[in-house]
């Protein structure tokens, strides 16, 4: 794999060596790290502009998808292109005052984004388990506040980890190096703090919001049985009081035209025989909800008399509507308690977030992970650095496609982004009232 050993500065003494690869194996090397640094930028910045242009996205949640696209799109921009320069060549080539600022921005970085997969599985654990407290309390304020938080808490821990702890970043072994020693206590203690805890703490939640998501599945498809079922009876119900509607006029007709057509006297009768048909017929307690069936005497006692008392007094037809509106009323009551059992389980666009931040969170885990116990091995174990050197390029490249592949898991599982994605690319951001664009599909 190497052709020979040369140095970083061949024209000074005191140079650090160079490992000087094929030409072949260099060319692919800086392929990789040219994709990889161009997706990681170009594609966070599309995320990036579109939760921050379109006015629909602007939730808490895409709040925290940007936050951790703006770490990614740093990590592209700042640390990367210094990155795998440092690896492909191993030599520093910045000067020696930009390696604390590159460690200092490259271990904060890292933890931010740790930090922001830590607040996004809260915020999914609230929202799946418990959507009236996230519904209530989870704002935008509250956001952009967990957002400043997480960044500062990062740059004061990375500040004090490299310069309070007694950790030394080396620059002066000789020309081209850049490195941060410290004691291996202090790095279990980090490597604890940054990585293994915040994982630990994510895979729990996860768990927890998988097993609720899975309990609300099984209520939905019960509550659309149920659903289709009472749809059913209405249905029938109301092709049944059509029908005896019509019976029932149809016994008001006859009996106006047998009581006025013989004698004029009996006409009298029509104007008292009517609430009778109508009380025979139509029992108004039937219209109460069933969770009130303990009115139902009470009621059709006061509903008959007031039935007589109106058609006697020839307001029948004006105060009728008190009737209709008490039915609907109570329809009203039950249609609020059906939606009040329905708010109890989450929209089904906060599960589908949940699964698509999970996938996030699984691929940081999966991409990161080897990187960490590779270093871990190297704490405890005496291992040569030059015959890892190969394992350590390939697990660092691995660790840097988490910066890339967010934005292709947001193409893959959100229409609206790949909508946004097609409005940037034709220029339609620029039309008037483009930021109030429908970006969800009905």
Same mark, same amino acid.
């Given at each position: 794999m190497y052709s020979e050993r040369s140095y970083c500065f061949p024209d000074k003494n005191a140079s650090c060596p160079k490992l000087v690869r094929r030409t072949e194996i260099s060319v692919i090397l800086y392929l990789f790290a040219v994709i990889l640094i161009v997706v990681a930028v170009f594609g966070n910045l599309f995320v990036i502009i579109t939760v921050s242009y379109f006015r629909q996205l602007h939730t808490p949640t895409n709040f925290f998808v940007v936050s951790l696209a703006v770490a990614d799109f740093l $990590? %592209?921009?700042?640390?990367?292109?210094?990155?795998?320069?440092?690896? @492909?060549?191993?030599?520093?080539?910045?000067?020696?005052?930009? #390696?604390?600022?590159?460690?200092?921005?490259?271990?904060?970085?890292?933890?931010?984004s740790v930090l922001n997969l830590v607040i996004v599985s809260f915020d999914r654990y609230f929202a799946v388990c418990n959507p009236f407290f996230y519904s209530?309390?989870?704002?935008?304020?509250?956001?952009?506040? #967990?957002? @400043?938080? @997480?960044? /500062?808490?990062?740059?004061?821990?990375?500040?004090?980890?490299?310069?309070?702890? %007694? %950790?030394?970043?080396?620059?002066?072994? #000789?020309? %081209?190096?850049?490195?941060f020693l410290h004691y291996n206590n202090w790095w279990i203690a980090h490597y604890v703090v940054t990585f293994l805890l915040p994982m630990m703490l994510i895979i729990c939640l996860y768990s927890v919001i998988f097993v609720t998501a899975r309990r609300h599945v099984k209520a939905i498809n019960c509550m659309i049985q149920e659903t289709k079922s009472a749809d059913s009876k209405k249905t029938q119900l109301s092709k049944s009081s059509e029908r005896k509607a019509a019976k029932t006029i149809g016994i008001v007709v006859i009996a106006f035209i047998v009581l006025c057509s013989p004698v004029i006297y009996l006409s009298t009768v029509n104007c008292s025989i009517d609430p009778m048909i109508y009380c025979l017929f139509y029992p108004c307690v039937k219209l109460i909800d069933s969770n009130l069936t303990y009115h139902r005497k009470s009621e059709r006692v006061f509903y008959l008399t007031f039935y007589f008392f109106l058609h006697k007094t020839g307001t029948f037809s004006v105060n009728n509507n008190f009737l209709h509106v008490k039915a609907i009323n109570l329809m009203m009551e039950e249609t609020k308690l059906a939606h009040s059992k329905k708010t109890q389980l989450p929209k089904s666009s906060e599960r589908k977030a949940a699964k698509t931040l999970g996938v996030v969170v699984i691929a940081f885990i999966m991409l990161c992970s080897?990187?960490?116990?590779?270093?871990?091995?190297?704490?405890?174990?005496?291992?040569?650095?030059?015959?890892?050197?190969?394992?350590?390029?390939? /697990?660092?490249?691995?660790?840097?496609? $988490? #910066?890339? @592949?967010?934005?292709?898991?947001?193409?893959?599982?959100?229409?609206?982004?790949?909508?946004?994605?097609?409005?940037?690319?034709?220029?339609?951001?620029?039309?008037?009232?483009?930021?109030?664009?429908?970006?969800?599909? $009905?």
């Open positions: $990590n %592209g921009l700042l640390i990367m292109p210094v990155q795998f320069f440092t690896l @492909i060549d191993y030599c520093w080539y910045f000067g020696d005052a930009f #390696c604390p600022y590159y460690m200092t921005y490259f271990y904060c970085l890292i933890f931010v209530r309390y989870v704002k935008k304020s509250v956001a952009g506040t #967990c957002i @400043i938080f @997480i960044w /500062l808490l990062a740059f004061l821990y990375t500040y004090a980890f490299i310069y309070h702890t %007694g %950790g030394s970043v080396i620059t002066d072994w #000789c020309v %081209g190096m850049c490195a080897p990187g960490f116990l590779l270093i871990l091995v190297q704490m405890f174990f005496s291992i040569d650095l030059e015959t890892i050197t190969p394992v350590q390029l390939a /697990l660092i490249y691995l660790s840097s496609v $988490n #910066c890339c @592949i967010d934005p292709i898991i947001y193409a893959f599982f959100y229409p609206w982004f790949r909508k946004s994605i097609k409005m940037m690319v034709t220029l339609e951001i620029f039309k008037s009232s483009s930021s109030m664009t429908s970006l969800f599909s $009905n």
